[in-house]
T-cell receptor, first 113, second 114 residues
Framework: GAGVSQTPSNKVTEKGKYVELRCDPI?????LYWYRQSLGQGPEFLIY????????DSGLPNDRFFAVRPEGSVSTLKIQRTERGDSAVYLC???????????FGPGTRLTVT | GENVEQHPSTLSVQEGDSAVIKCTYS??????FPWYKQELGKRPQLIID?????GEKKDQRIAVTLNKTAKHFSLHITETQPEDSAVYFC?????????????FGKGTKLTVNP
C-alpha cells in the first residue's frame, strides 16, 4: 500500500516568509508525528497527533511553529516568520494506534535564505 | 530530559565482516527500541525493533540485543555487504502524557568497503 507522503519535497523561502508543509499518513494510521532533522543529526520530535488533537506539542521550538490535523488524516505544519535556523528536513511519521512502529515519509527539505 | 547516546559516529568495515553499533538511553520507562537505516537523501527506514520484554531479536543478518538493567541496546550486522552502507539511527520511546515520541541517537555512518 501507499506509504507516508509529504509535499513539497523541497521548499526554498526567504527569511521572514510563511511556509506550510503537508503530510499525508498511511491510510488508517491515527497517530501522526512531526520531526525535524538537521544535517548530521537524528530526527528531533516536534509534535504528536492522536486523531485530530495534538496530544504532545512539547517539541515545537517556539510559537512560530504550529500544526493542524483537522480531519484526523492529513496534517499541515505551519511556520511563521521563518528564520535561517529553521532550515532542515521536516519529517512526518505515522503509526497505528497501539502500535509502536513509526513509518516515515520522505521529508520536506526547507531552506530559508 | 530523555537522552539517547549512540556510538560510534562512524564505522568502516570490510565486506563480509560484522558491524556493531551501541546505544544507551536514560529513561527507565522506555520499552520500545527501534533501529532505522537512512540512505543519503532518503527517508529513515525501520529495519528492526525490540521491546523491553525480550533480550534479543534476530532477522536474517541483523540482530538487536537489549540490556534493560544497564539501559543499553545494540545492533549487530553480520556478513556485511556494500548495500548496508548508510547512516543507522537507534531510538527509544518516551512515554509522557499519552505521547509515544521517539528520541533518536545522533547516528552512525556505516561504510562497507568491497
Amino acid at each position: 500500500g501507499a506509504g507516508v507522503s509529504q509535499t513539497p519535497s523541497n521548499k526554498v523561502t526567504e527569511k521572514g516568509k510563511y511556509v506550510e508543509l503537508r503530510c499525508d499518513p498511511i491510510s488508517g494510521h491515527t497517530a501522526l508525528y512531526w520531526y525535524r532533522q538537521s544535517l548530521g543529526q537524528g530526527p528531533e520530535f516536534l509534535i504528536y497527533f492522536q486523531g485530530t488533537g495534538a496530544a504532545d506539542d512539547s517539541g515545537l521550538p517556539n510559537d512560530r511553529f504550529f500544526a493542524v490535523r483537522p480531519e484526523g488524516s492529513v496534517s499541515t505544519l505551519k511556520i511563521q516568520r521563518t528564520e535561517r535556523g529553521d532550515s532542515a528536513v521536516y519529517l512526518c511519521a505515522s503509526s497505528l494506534v497501539g502500535s509502536y512502529e513509526q513509518y516515515f515519509g520522505p521529508g520536506t527539505r526547507l531552506t530559508v535564505t | 530530559g530523555e537522552n539517547v547516546e549512540q556510538h560510534p559516529s562512524t564505522l568502516s568495515v570490510q565486506e563480509g565482516d560484522s558491524a556493531v553499533i551501541k546505544c544507551t538511553y536514560s529513561d527507565s520507562a522506555s520499552n520500545y527500541f527501534p533501529w532505522y537505516k537512512q540512505e543519503l537523501g532518503k527517508r529513515p527506514q525501520l529495519i528492526i525493533d525490540i521491546r523491553s520484554n525480550v533480550g534479543e531479536k534476530k532477522d536474517q543478518r541483523i540482530a538487536v540485543t537489549l540490556n534493560k538493567t544497564a539501559k543499553h541496546f545494540s545492533l549487530h550486522i553480520t556478513e556485511t555487504q556494500p548495500e548496508d552502507s548508510a547512516v543507522y539511527f537507534c531510538a527509544a520511546n518516551h512515554l509522557q502524557g499519552g505521547s509515544e515520541k521517539l528520541v533518536f541517537g545522533k547516528g552512525t555512518k556505516l561504510t562497507v568497503n568491497p
